[in-house]
């Protein structure tokens, strides 16, 4: 029996593609490494790839890895509209589909989805700031804030933004919050490819035509809520640069606590951010990974429809980051190292 059982599971030696978007994001490489070391330990052989945040590189990755002969692909797509084409040679090939953070849109070669609950996140960083201004309390006080999401492509950004509205949007109905640019939709607010540079160059143009007199007693801005710890970043060099301090400057989330915005949040630059373990993520999906190819029932606890089907997905839990918690979080937990985070300016 024991024997039986253990032949069923075998994996030893199965080629697992693993098709990551970019190394610019620090989050992406943990994904990556994590999801090698683990898959590698359970016995499976591992393409990894990065892909440069280029579609066309992505594409090219995965249909090497189908021509390689894997046995499943796990993806973090750079468009989630775009791979189409792509899975459905890996359909072709019964290849199992795994999609890895961010959903794969209109293709029903995508067999489950693994992440984080990408709305809790959003509601999070819109809960932090209604509790940090309180919001519910604020009188005649009001309060102005700017929006800054992420890629256009990313289907993960509706989630985030759509999240942290459910929590703001009263605010801006009956005016405690209001968008001094107006720009609040949803191409105006993105940042293409998630950079950094464009997010900063953004601000720093919201901050020319809006809040040019901000610091020296003219209108104020208050919140700059970004989606990610990248954006989140750019925003921040933007005000630094613009003159704002650990003192004054507006109430900014992120999330990834990417090591720069952790230590962001260390100087009082950076209000909060969401942890998403990666380890945890890549635990869940070398799990999946092993009850698809075993035939087992796979453990899934939310569905996401992806324009064509409805995706079954097992989704890890968020948690809430800010310089209150980030040592027990992030150092005591072993993601970072005292070192990594050591504020030295
Ligand atoms: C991920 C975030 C990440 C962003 C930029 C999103 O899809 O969920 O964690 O910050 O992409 O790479």
């Known amino acids: 029996v024991a024997e039986e059982a253990a032949e069923e599971v075998d994996v030893t030696g199965k080629l697992v593609g693993v098709a990551m978007p970019t190394k610019d994001l620090q989050r992406w490489i943990q994904d990556g490494e994590n999801m090698k070391a683990q ?19 992505q594409v090219s990755q995965i249909e090497n890895m189908i021509a390689n002969g894997c046995k499943a692909l796990v993806i973090a797509s750079i468009d989630g ?24 849109m209109n293709s029903d070669a995508v067999s489950y989805y693994a992440t984080f609950d990408n709305w809790d996140v959003g509601v999070k960083q819109g809960t932090y700031i209604a509790e940090a201004l309180d919001l519910a309390n604020a009188g005649d006080k009001t309060y102005n804030i700017e929006f800054i999401t992420g890629d256009p492509g990313d289907n993960n950004i509706n989630f985030f933004f759509d999240g942290a509205m459910s929590v703001l949007q009263p605010y801006l109905d009956n005016g405690k919050l209001v968008c001094v640019s107006g720009q609040t939709d949803f191409e105006t ?10 997010a900063q160059a953004r601000m ?55 090591i720069a915005n ?3 949040m ?9 942890f998403k373990d990666t380890r945890a993520l890549a635990e869940a999906t070398v799990k999946m990974v092993g009850e698809i ?11 996401y429809a992806n324009g064509v089907k409805d995706v079954a997905s097992f989704n890890c839990t968020p948690v809430f980051a800010d310089v209150s918690n980030y040592v027990e979080l992030l150092i005591d937990s072993g993601y970072y190292t005292a070192e990594d985070l050591a504020v030295t300016e």
């Open 262 to 264: 952790t230590k962001n």
């Open 204 to 258: 720093d143009n919201i901050l020319a035509g809006y809040y040019a007199d901000a610091l020296t007693g003219g209108q104020t801005l208050d919140i700059c809520l970004c989606s990610n710890d990248s954006t989140a970043l750019g925003v921040t060099n933007s005000l630094v640069a613009f003159g704002y301090t650990a003192e004054n400057i507006p109430v900014i989330t992120g999330q990834d606590c990417d």
């Open 81 to 104: 509209e775009a791979l189409g084409t792509v899975l459905a040679q890996a359909k072709e090939a019964g290849i199992p589909v795994i999609a890895y953070d961010r959903l794969i």
């Open 39 to 57: 898959l590698e330990a359970a016995g499976y052989e591992v393409d990894l790839q990065y892909a440069a945040n280029d579609i066309q590189t």
């Open 293 to 303: 190819l075993a035939g087992a029932e796979v453990e899934v606890n939310a569905t």
């Open 189 to 198: 607010v993105a940042t293409p490819a998630w950079k950094s540079e464009t």
């Open 266 to 274: 260390v100087k009082g630059l950076q209000a909060m951010s969401v």
